[in-house]
């Protein structure tokens, strides 16, 4: 059983690496929590001495085997909650990740696996992101944002890779959301933003929108 701050921690390292088995910069995981480096310095010596990480000083972290499972546990238990919310109780996808972040700390392993049969065994969230399943075995997706696509396209909203309460506002003032479809127009060569077709209005989206919305070719 490890303390809410050590299960944010792993879980931040899991998410600066992309899952990956590489290091993690201290100094980023202290901007990525909010939180003064020297704090972070203090919980990371302590996930050393509980064999959930490797400490290299000066250059960073790695997620030991027992730290990177239960980073994953976190991340299923949040993503789960996620579509719990937004499919069960009607939250919108905007509102569910700082509630999320509250639930996804329960200690029932008996729960989750209930909430998991109750929800049919999602693999996917409520944004795109794939939920890790109870093995831990995590869904590897080929994911291609609409900056990478040139006009004409048509395609459909999968998923984000941005999950702050602004990019949501932000797709929201402009209609968008999972499952969206956008006709791509034309793009300007000065600052690569877009003027796409959503739902038969015509907008231009800005590359930063562009780079954090993924998208696939359009299917019937």
């Given at each position: ?194 003027v796409v077709e959503v ?12 780079r954090n919305l993924v ?6």
């Open positions: 059983m490890h303390s809410i701050s050590k299960e944010d921690y792993l879980k931040a390292i899991y998410h600066l690496t992309n899952g990956k088995e590489t290091l993690a910069n201290t100094s980023k995981i202290a901007a990525y929590l909010n939180i003064k480096a020297s704090s972070c310095t203090d919980m990371v010596k302590k996930l050393a001495s509980d064999k959930l990480i490797s400490y290299e000083p000066y250059r960073g972290v790695r997620l030991s085997p027992s730290g990177r499972k239960a980073a994953i546990y976190m991340i299923r238990k949040h993503r789960l909650w996620e579509t719990f919310l937004v499919n069960t109780l009607g939250f919108n996808w905007d509102e569910v990740h700082n509630v999320a972040e509250q639930l996804e700390h329960t200690e029932s392993p008996e729960l989750i696996t209930r909430l998991d049969a109750f929800l049919g065994h999602p693999t996917l969230d409520p944004h795109g992101d794939p939920i890790p399943d109870a093995n831990g075995i995590v869904q590897n997706l080929e994911e291609k944002n609409l900056a990478s696509y040139t006009p004409p396209a048509d395609l459909t909203v999968i998923g984000v890779k941005d999950h702050s309460s602004e990019f949501f506002q932000a797709l929201t003032e402009r209609k968008i959301a999972l499952g969206s479809r956008i006709r791509l127009l034309k793009v300007f060569d000065y600052d690569q933003s877009l739902d038969g209005q015509e907008q231009t989206l800005t590359p930063s929108i562009c998208v696939e070719i359009k299917t019937e």
